[in-house]
């Protein structure tokens, strides 16, 4: 059986085509310009195959309550030409067959959960840190998903005593994206990240803001795995800070072997690498066809 996944990005759509056990069988990015030009590349190339459906892990914001009526639509998102989008029945439309969707984050979670570094659990939390901040989770076996998706990175963080930058975020400055994410890396210091390598300061100021931001995820959420993605943990010098500082701010309040000695596997890189997000909307696909068969052609 062949599933469709669309890994859609603010800057590229990720397209595959594959078995929805892990197999990807075809990939091709197309880069994010406007909704009649990149859907186009999105329905030719889907159409080349015989899908049973297809799944969506979106940038958002995005409507991802089944029972709302702009269900499947990206919603506030700064690309003025992707506002309001119906992206899910666009391509109902298209294709006729069982669309799934959800963020690209949970969309990352799930892969991470199914074939991943969290592969045998039935939670994880993935966070990605890159041009924005975004996390998304499984939770007992299910996405977590409510009024709507959740919007992690934009939790306000304590201050570096020694930050005077004031954030980056259009909607609230000195959130943790505004703080934290790749641009407010490179409007701080006046260099990207990947140039900072060498740059102690930097990291430790980058893991003070990460670290918080992982516990009160850890305290509200309990998640049984940390994967860390996103451009910017491709800083593995970050790891260790992250994990030092994480310690130092739980002060063993919870004494679990995995926020102690074992945190090292417990907070980890993506079993997936660049593909969790794209795995996981392939399983998304593979989830819409499961639980919606009345719609299958
Ligand atoms: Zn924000």
Request: glycine share 12%; hydrophobic share 35%.
């Amino acid at each position: 059986m062949l599933y469709g996944g669309i890994e859609a990005g603010g800057t590229k759509f990720v397209c595959a085509v594959g078995d929805g056990n892990g197999q990807i069988f075809e990939r091709v990015q197309f880069p994010t310009t406007t909704p009649k030009e990149t859907m186009k590349q999105v329905s030719e190339f889907f159409s080349q195959f015989n899908l049973r459906a297809i799944g969506i892990g979106s940038f958002g914001p995005c409507d991802v309550n089944s029972e709302s009526a702009t269900y499947g639509y990206i919603t506030s998102t700064p690309k003025l030409s992707w506002r309001g989008y119906p992206i899910v029945k666009k391509l109902e439309e298209s294709f006729n067959i069982p669309i799934g969707f959800s963020t690209d984050v949970n969309a990352a979670a799930l892969g991470e959960v199914t074939f991943g570094a969290a592969r045998g659990l039935d939670s994880c939390l993935y966070i990605t840190v890159g041009t924005g901040i975004g996390a998304g989770a499984v939770l007992g076996g299910k996405l977590l998903q409510g009024l709507s998706h959740p919007e992690m990175g934009h939790i306000t963080v304590r201050r570096h005593p020694k930050d005077t930058y004031p954030g980056i975020c259009p909607y609230h400055k000195d959130c943790l994206e505004g703080l934290a994410a790749g641009p407010a890396i490179k409007e701080r210091w006046g260099k990207p990240g990947i140039e900072l390598v060498n740059s102690s300061e930097v990291w430790e100021m980058e893991s003070y803001y990460l670290a918080q931001a992982l516990v009160h995820y850890i305290l509200i959420l309990s998640p049984k795995k940390i994967i860390l993605g996103g451009g910017i943990m491709k800083q593995k010098q970050l790891f260790p800070l992250i994990y030092r500082d994480v310690k130092k701010l739980l002060n063993k309040y919870i004494e679990l072997p995995q926020l102690s000695e074992e945190i090292e596997r417990y907070i980890i890189s993506p079993g997936l690498g660049d593909l969790a997000g794209i795995t996981g909307a392939l399983l998304l696909g593979r989830k819409a066809y499961e639980t919606q068969p009345e719609k299958q052609k």
